[in-house]
């Protein structure tokens, strides 16, 4: 059973940081792609972020380029994504996902997500 745990949210003035944990458990996902989405209150989902599984290529959304680093750490089984300038519109539940197909990169079609973290960002 693959389960993923979220850690590292919580609340933060704008231009803060944060950096999201995720960790991986139940195979090994050294070839896994993995990614984050977001959240915000009343929002569909959406796409933040995704590394494929040899850390080698990186994808961001539009609105995050610039300010947020995805980077995982195979040995630990630990996907990270380090959140800097914040903004008031990055208030979301953050959610990292995985799938044992490396083309899941491409098409962003997750099979296992975990449960979410929250951030807030104040004005």
């Known amino acids: 059973q693959v389960q993923l745990v979220e850690s590292g949210g919580g609340l933060v003035q704008a231009g803060g940081s944060l950096r999201l944990s995720c960790a991986a458990s139940?195979?090994?996902?050294?070839?896994?792609?993995m990614g984050w989405f977001r959240q915000a209150p009343g929002k569909e989902r959406e796409f933040v972020a995704a590394i494929s599984w040899s850390g080698s290529s990186r994808d961001y959304a539009e609105s995050v380029k610039g300010r947020f680093t995805i980077s995982r750490e195979n040995a630990k089984n630990t996907l990270y994504l380090q959140m800097n300038s914040l903004k008031p519109e990055d208030t979301a539940v953050y959610y990292c996902?995985?799938?044992?197909?490396?083309?899941?990169?491409?098409?962003?079609?997750?099979?296992?997500w975990g449960q979410g973290t929250q951030v807030t960002v104040s004005s």
């Open positions: 996902a995985t799938d044992p197909d490396p083309e899941t990169y491409y098409t962003r079609s997750y099979a296992y």
């Open positions: 139940g195979r090994t996902f050294s070839r896994y792609a």
